[in-house]
């Protein structure tokens, strides 16, 4: 039993002081081309009523709502669904044709922030390149969530990107 005993204690200490050596931050980005000018490409991203058509995370919850109150920089969407948690996105900045950036508050099932970014170059007249970019700091436990966000969220980036590129393109 003291064996056994130990071996737990130790197995306990490890996970203790394992997160000292993994990353405090998480990072990543996913991109699409779309055949569509930079000019509709980004007004779309402006407007998170916009999002909410090719937002992937609800896809599969029936029980999720949005709330999306203005457009453009200032503006936010709020969330709530059984399987999606619940949280807030707001447009915290707007470089017109290049960048926008969102603050993202999680509520439920774990709070939290991090940031979103979304970043359209125009490849030619009518291709647009838009990449989606996710940063969060990570306290000393949720560390170990870093070591699979990337997977668990990828693709849901990826169908994402694929639903966007989809409404721009048949919006043209």
């Known amino acids: 039993m003291k064996k056994i005993l130990k071996v737990v204690g130790i197995l306990i200490l490890i996970?203790?002081?394992?997160?000292?050596?993994l990353p405090s931050?998480?990072?990543m980005s996913r991109s699409i081309e779309i055949n569509a000018?930079?000019?509709l490409v980004f007004m779309k991203l402006t407007d998170l009523n916009e999002y909410v058509k090719w937002n992937p995370f609800p896809e599969g919850d029936p029980t999720n709502t949005a709330e999306v109150s203005g457009t453009g920089e200032g503006s936010f969407l709020i969330w709530k669904g059984d399987k999606t948690?619940?949280?807030k996105m707001t447009?915290?900045?707007v470089e017109p044709e290049k960048k926008i950036a969102v603050k993202m508050d999680f509520y439920k099932p774990m709070s939290g922030e991090g940031m979103v970014h979304w970043l359209t170059t125009a490849k030619s007249e009518a291709t647009t390149?838009?990449?989606w970019t996710f940063d969060q700091?990570?306290?000393y436990f949720t560390r170990y969530f870093g070591l699979v966000m990337d997977k668990m969220m990828g693709k849901?980036?990826?169908k994402g990107l694929a639903n966007y590129k989809a409404l721009v393109e048949g919006s043209k």
Do not use: A, D, R, W
């Open 15 to 21: 996970l203790m002081i394992l997160p000292v050596f």
């Open 37 to 39: 000018p930079v000019s």
């Open 85 to 87: 948690g619940e949280g």
């Open 156 to 158: 849901h980036f990826e």
């Open 129 to 131: 390149e838009l990449v």
């Open 91 to 93: 447009i915290t900045s």
């Open 25 to 27: 931050k998480f990072s």
């Open 137 to 139: 700091n990570l306290t």
